[in-house]
Every structure is written in C-alpha cells, then in structure tokens.
C-alpha cells in the first residue's frame, strides 16, 4: 500500500515490491494481480520476473512504510486504545464497551471503514474474535471489505472446518499432518494434546491450543514517543513580547487541535526561540497534566513563554510536543475508573519528571530492620520498572544511546554554523545485506509545520 | 403500569445501562456518585458519630487545624486516617511537613503497597498542593496534605489550592489537610469542615508516654452546624501493643490520670489544663 501511495498510477497493475528483478533478493509484497500469477512473499525476485514478467518491480521505501504505518495508527487510535499494526495485519483491542457502537461488529465495521478510508482504495478483511488467532481466522475466512464476527463460545465451531493449509505451521509440520489424514483444523483439535507434544514437541502444544481457538497472546501495541512541532517564522525579527505571544498561541493552536483530531496527549513541551543574531533560546518542560487540546497546551507554553528572555530579537519560534497514545489497556473513557491506577502512577511519573525523582516514593518495609528505627522502611519508586524504563527515556537521558538529543540537549547550548542544535545525527546506516528495514518503532517520529505570519 | 413493576422495569434499565456504559453512567439522584456515600467513615465511631455525614465528606476539602503552635496531634491522626484509607485503596501522603514515618504507618496498620508519598521538601507548599491535584485528577481516591511552618513567601499557594479543590470536588475525593498554627487565610476558606485540635494530655503508663490525647472541635462545617466536640486517643506504638486512634471517653479510667508534668512543652501543659 505504500509503493501504492507513492504510484498510484500502478493501482490494479501487477506491482512486486522487493528491488529490481536482477537483484537476488526475496519478494517482500506483491499486489493481488501479481498473486493471481503466482507471485508469493519469500520468492526470489528473478522467479517472480518468470511468473509475471508484466509487472512492476519497486523497491522499499521506509519512509513511506513508516508514513503508512504511522497513519493506520493514527487513524485506528481514534477508535481502539491498544493497536498493533503489523506488515500485513493490524489488531485492535475492543474489549470493553464503546460508547458509540452497541457491540463488536458495529464497532469493527467503524475500524474497516477507516481502514479503507487510510488505506485509499484499499481492500481490508476485518475478523473479530475473542482471541487474537481466531480474529486473524476469521479475517482470513472473510472477504475484502466485509467483517466476519465469530461469536464468544463459537470459536471452536468456527475454527473446525477450517483447512489445514491456514494454520500459520512449519510447512514440514503441515505435511506431516496431512500425511496422517488430518485436513482441518477440528481433526487436529481433537486430538491428544499428549500425543502431540510427543509428535512436535512444545510446537504441537500450540498447534492443539490454536485449533481449539485458544491463544493468550496480547497486543503488542507501540507506546514509543512521537512528537510534532510548529514553528512560526516572524516577518522580521522582533522583540515585542505581544507578538511572540501571538505567534507561541499560533503555535499552540495548530498543534491543539492536531492533538485532539489524533486524540493524543503532549507529556512534553519544548519552547525555542530563534534569535536574529544570537543561538537559539529554548526550554523544555513536561506540562503538569497531559495536554490534550488547544487551550491545555497553550497554558503550558504561556508558563514556559515566561521562562525565557530573549536577549535578542526573535526571528522565529517553534513549538515542539512530545506525544502519547493510550496504550495496553482500555482508557478511562471506555469504562470509568479502569485505569485508575495506570492514571495515578502515570501522573507520578510525569510529577518525577516534573520535580524530581526523589519527590515521589513508595515506603516499604525492610526485611531486615536492625535496631536502628530509620532503617525500618525503604523508600523506593512508585513506578514499575517498565515505566521507569519510559519515564527515563523521556527525560531525555539519550546522549548515551545517541537516540533523541532534543530534551537533554536544550537549545541553550551554541549552534553550530548551518546546522540548529536541535537536529538529530543522520541515520546510520543499516548493517549487513538485503533490504533496508525501516527505522526501527523506538525512535522517535517528528513532524514539523512551518508557518509564516505577518506581523 | 403498576407502580411496583414501573419501579422494576426502571431498575432493570439502570442496570442494564450501567452493566453497558459503567457504574458511574447512570446514578440516582440521591446517590450524587453512583451509589458511593457521600462521607468517608474514619473507623473512629467517637468521631464518625459526630460528624452530621458520619465521617469525612467526600469532594470537599477537610482541615485538621492547629489549635496553638507546638504539639497538636494533628499530624499523628492524618497518618492514622490516611493508614485506615490505605487499607481501602490507594492514598496519597503529601509530606511538606517532613515528618512522615512510614513505620509507624505501618503500625498503625496501613498498607504500604497502596501508599504514595510526595515529598516536595520543607515548606514548600505550593508545589506540594500542585502535585496533589495532579494526583487528584489522575484518580487518586484519597490525599492527604501534612504542612508545617509557612513557607516565608505565599505566592501561588492560593491558585494551587484553588486547583486542588476544583479537583478534589471534581473527581469526589477525599482531602484532609493538617495544618498548622496560626491559621492560614487561604485554608480556612477553602475548607468545608475544620477540626481544630487542642492536645488534652499526654496518656501515661507506669511512667512512660504512652498516647497523646486529642479534643477536636467543629469549628467550620458547610455541612452542618459546627460545634460538634470529642476527644480521642492516639495510642503510640509500644512493644506487644499496636498504634490505633480511639475514642477517649471509651478507654479513660480514672486509675490512669493523666501526669501532668511542668517539665514536659507549654502547650502540652496547657492542653492538660483544657483537659
């Protein structure tokens, strides 16, 4: 769909994604036309060439693979709290109740048809199962553009007919069960999970568990932070603060609203002045509550407006925010106080950001107290050590790992000529042979919008 | 349509409703929170008894006040009811007073699991109310706020208590505030219902100090009307003996009369005197 979106006039051509044909290389995607040929992913490249010679071959572009898989993300984000978005598959949790659809399959016709709509023109099947494997059973059984919802209960009348061919096995593993007279899923289903195990090992044991529709496998859903900017370029270089007023709510405007059409919260905020003659002016600060709109976020760069003082006239101000999306569970909007405690300790982190990791802190008891009454409580962090993990990467301890260096590198620090201090170090390149991946989901995606007003 | 079934079917639609949409959808009127009591019992009878909602009022910001400088026991009774709120759920210590001792949380029986001490540092008062609104509006049931001496400038406490008020009647948490003497303007207006505590005495056994005795006072109810008295125990710690806060008129006995030593703070021997 990306190669789609950078050619569109390909859409309905035989299109192979993986590089030139000549290049011994595997074939990453292939378009339906290309697949009706024979074209399957993991072919050589020259093999495709000889089952579809009209096609056309294009190369993989991270950026756009990056660009798409952001939008999905955006875009399924507005309906489900915890989304996953794969390479040929996305998963939404809709466990819980929605306000705006009755049940599942209204709610899950909702994410097909923002699903075409993302995908422009795109053909998504949309499963719905009580676990993860029977959703993707049942969005495989489907058909483009239509929903096939297997009832709570059903999963294992559903999955029974099914054949063999769609479990995602070993190919040694499917020929061996096929061998022995098994052609569906439900004959696998009742077999002995014993006799399995002795047969495939800790891999039968899943094959049993899969075909009785049960699967304990959760959503992986992307919590890495994303962050968006405005900037604001003055029409001369300016001291007047009523002006950067305007212009910082400008910016805090635009962003606003961006955030509440992408129902995302700002957990950071980075206010930069940039100076006529002089290196810019910059402050970062987390907001005391998430902003999630217009109004929230400009309070915060009001307060952090105040912090600076320009000792130069002000060519341009930029206004960057660091996002965050509801993430492995449902949101307190779904289901009222259900993430309470998510909510507090999220708080509590953002409060340690804010004033200090030794401002907040769980007693415990120690095992060993002595007789020193002191030493009868340890305080230690409230935060599970996950979210310790994200709060530290937030703060920006990333001049060690060389990742974002905008919050612990302020824009207090000297330009270098030509460059701005806040722009990061090129990529490295990727090692070793074949395709280059895309960026990998910890780092950090930036867009920025630069605007120019009259003043 | 009998009134009894129209009552029927109307519990079973609420039901349903609040089975769909969550509990806190649909309430009744006289359940302004979904059911959830509008006070919060302190599991201290001599003073859930006394106060006209029987206990502390949700939403609503309550003060333990410092009757005069010195020893008051205020500071001893937050940690008791912020260990009974910790043995319900979660709970927030704001500790500007610097002054919380986690073990004797513990003794008094709280869960330390589901405590959250803020520690803004000494004095600091506006951050400390900053923080526990945040705290608030992410849902913290429960705040707590030990102050000590005012801090030498007070600019920006009144917004943030204002905020932590909004949230506190906003989210219909419970708020306890101890602060300390002289009364501090900004608190006094903001609180619906000030306790003033006198110290009564020290509680003495064979020679050592064994509790601190408190009178509290209603002296400012938006809820009903002040004036309501009782005065309670704060037992310490003691070996084969745990901390608990109880009434005093229950465990008083006249073999046990209170020492009233000269050498011990003028403000105790004056509490003794009230006594």
Redesign the interface.
């Known amino acids: 769909m990306a190669a789609l979106r950078r050619h569109p006039e390909l859409r309905g051509e035989a299109v192979i994604i993986g590089g030139a044909p000549e290049l011994r290389l595997p074939v990453l995607a292939a378009s339906a036309a290309a697949v009706a040929a024979g074209v399957c992913p993991g072919q050589p490249l020259r093999r495709a060439q000889q089952l579809c010679p009209q096609a056309a071959f294009l190369g993989v572009d991270g950026g756009d693979v990056e660009r798409l898989r952001a939008d999905v993300i955006t875009a399924l984000g507005r309906l489900s709290p915890a989304v996953e978005v794969g390479g040929e598959e996305s998963c939404c949790d809709l466990s819980g109740n929605h306000a705006a659809f009755p049940d599942e399959g209204r709610w899950a016709a909702a994410i097909a048809r923002v699903l075409v709509e993302t995908l422009d023109g795109g053909l998504p099947a949309v499963g719905v199962g009580s676990t993860r494997f029977v959703a993707r059973m049942a969005a495989l059984a489907s058909e483009p553009r239509h929903v096939r919802l297997v009832p709570a209960g059903g999963e294992a009348a559903f999955l029974a007919p099914l054949p063999l061919g769609m479990l995602p096995v070993d190919p040694a593993i499917g020929a061996r069960l096929a061998a022995l007279g098994l052609d569906c899923l439900g004959a696998v289903a009742n077999l002995s999970p014993v006799e399995l195990q002795r047969q495939f090992g800790a891999e039968g044991l899943v094959l049993h568990r899969h075909c009785r529709g049960e699967d304990g496998g959760g959503l992986t859903v992307d919590t890495s932070p994303r962050r968006a900017a405005e900037r604001v370029v003055l029409d001369g270089a300016v001291g007047d603060l009523e002006v950067l007023r305007f212009a910082a709510h400008r910016c805090a405007t635009d962003l606003g609203d961006q955030l509440r059409n992408r129902g995302m919260v700002a957990v950071a905020v980075t206010l930069v002045l940039e100076l006529e003659s002089a290196p810019p002016l910059g402050v970062t600060a987390p907001p005391p509550l998430p902003a999630g709109n217009a109004a929230e976020l400009w309070a915060a760069v009001l307060a952090l407006l105040g912090e600076l003082r320009p000792h130069a006239p002000v060519s341009a101000i930029r206004v960057e925010v660091e996002l965050r999306i509801a993430a492995g569970r449902q949101a307190d909007l779904w289901r009222g106080g259900d993430a309470q405690r998510e909510a507090v300790l999220a708080a509590a982190a953002r409060l340690q950001r804010r004033y200090g990791e030794t401002t907040l802190r769980r007693p415990r008891l120690a095992g060993d107290p002595g007789d020193i009454p002191e030493r009868r409580f340890l305080w230690e962090s409230p935060l599970p050590s996950a979210a310790a993990e994200q709060g530290s990467q937030a703060t920006g301890h990333a001049d060690a790992t060389g990742g974002d260096a905008l919050i612990a590198r302020p824009s207090t620090q000297p330009a270098q000529k030509g460059k701005v201090p806040w722009s990061r170090p090129p990529a490295a390149k990727q090692p070793g042979r074949g395709h280059p991946r895309p960026a990998p989901s910890t780092q950090t995606a930036l867009s920025v919008r630069t605007v120019r007003v009259h003043v | 349509m009998h009134a009894e079934t129209r009552g029927r079917v109307l519990a079973d639609t609420i039901a349903g409703l609040q089975h769909?949409?969550?509990?806190?959808?649909v309430h009744r009127g006289d359940e302004p929170d979904g059911g959830e009591s509008a006070a919060w019992a302190t599991g201290i009878p001599a003073l859930d008894v006394r106060l006209a909602p029987g206990g502390l009022p949700r939403g609503r910001l309550t003060l333990l006040q410092a009757a005069q400088e010195g020893v008051s026991g205020r500071l001893t009774l937050l940690q008791a009811l912020a260990a009974r709120a910790s043995r319900e759920g979660?709970v927030?210590y704001v500790d500007v007073a610097a002054s919380?001792d986690?073990?004797f949380?513990?003794d008094l029986g709280a869960e330390?699991?589901n405590?959250?001490?803020?520690?803004?540092?000494r004095g600091r008062w506006r951050?400390g109310l900053?923080?526990a609104?945040?705290?608030v509006?992410?849902?913290?049931?429960w705040v707590g706020v030990a102050l000590d001496r005012r801090p030498d400038r007070d600019a920006g406490i009144e917004p943030a208590l204002n905020g932590l008020v909004e949230a506190v009647h906003r989210r219909r948490a419970v708020c306890v505030v101890a602060a300390p003497s002289p009364p501090s303007a900004p608190f006094a207006y903001a609180s619906s219902l000030t306790l003033s505590c006198t110290p009564a005495g020290w509680q003495e056994s064979h020679g050592d100090i064994t509790g601190l005795r408190l009178a509290l006072t209603v002296t400012k109810s938006r809820l009903h009307a002040p004036g309501a008295a009782a005065t309670l125990l704060l037992r310490y710690p003691r070996p084969y003996a745990t901390a608990e806060v109880v009434g005093y008129p229950a465990v008083w006995h006249p073999s046990q009369s209170v020492a009233e030593d000269p050498s011990r703070s003028d403000s105790v021997a004056r509490g003794a005197a009230i006594a």
Not at chain 2, 115 to 120: E, G, H, S
């Open positions: 769909r949409y969550g509990s806190a959808a979660d927030v919380l986690p073990g949380l513990a330390l699991d405590c959250l001490a803020v520690l803004p540092g951050e900053a923080m609104r945040a705290l509006i992410a849902g913290s049931p």
